[in-house]
Nanobody
Framework: QVLLVESGGGMVQDGGSLRLSCAAS????????MGWFRQTPGKEREFVAG????????YNADSVRGRFTISRDNVKKTVYLQMNSLKSEDTAVYSC????????????????????WGQGTQVTVSS
C-alpha cells in the first residue's frame, strides 16, 4: 500500500508560478513511475506529466510542455511539479499517482495505468 499526500496548491495570478509536492509513505516508490494529473468539475481527469523511477525520463502533456517540469527525489520519497507561466486554464485539482511500472519508457499517461492516488490539491489561477 502507498499513501500519497499532495501539498503546495493555492491561488496565483496569471503568469505566476507554483511548486507542488507529493510525499509518499508505505511501500517504497523508487522502483515505480509517478505522475501528475488534474481535473476540473464536469471533466475527465487529464494527464499532466510523468517520470520514470530513476527520474531520467519524463513526459509532459502538450498543454503544459515548456511550462511545467516534473522531478523526483527518491531519498525523500517525493515527486514535484514545478509550474511556471500559469494560465487560467490550468485551474484544477492536481493529484499525484504511482504506476507500478519499472520501465523507463513509455511513461504511463492514462489514468487506468496508475495504481495509487493522492487526494489532490487545488490550484487556482486568476486572470
Amino acid at each position: 500500500q502507498v499513501l500519497l499526500v499532495e501539498s503546495g496548491g493555492g491561488m496565483v495570478q496569471d503568469g505566476g508560478s507554483l511548486r507542488l509536492s507529493c510525499a509518499a509513505s508505505g511501500r517504497t516508490i523508487s522502483s515505480y513511475q509517478m505522475g501528475w494529473f488534474r481535473q476540473t468539475p464536469g471533466k475527465e481527469r487529464e494527464f499532466v506529466a510523468g517520470i520514470s523511477s530513476a527520474g531520467n525520463t519524463r513526459y509532459n502533456a502538450d498543454s503544459v510542455r515548456g511550462r511545467f517540469t516534473i522531478s523526483r527525489d527518491n531519498v525523500k520519497k517525493t515527486v514535484y511539479l514545478q509550474m511556471n507561466s500559469l494560465k487560467s486554464e490550468d485551474t484544477a485539482v492536481y493529484s499525484c499517482a504511482v504506476a507500478e511500472s519499472d520501465r523507463s519508457w513509455p511513461i504511463m499517461s492514462k489514468e487506468i495505468q496508475y495504481d495509487y492516488w493522492g487526494q489532490g490539491t487545488q490550484v487556482t489561477v486568476s486572470s
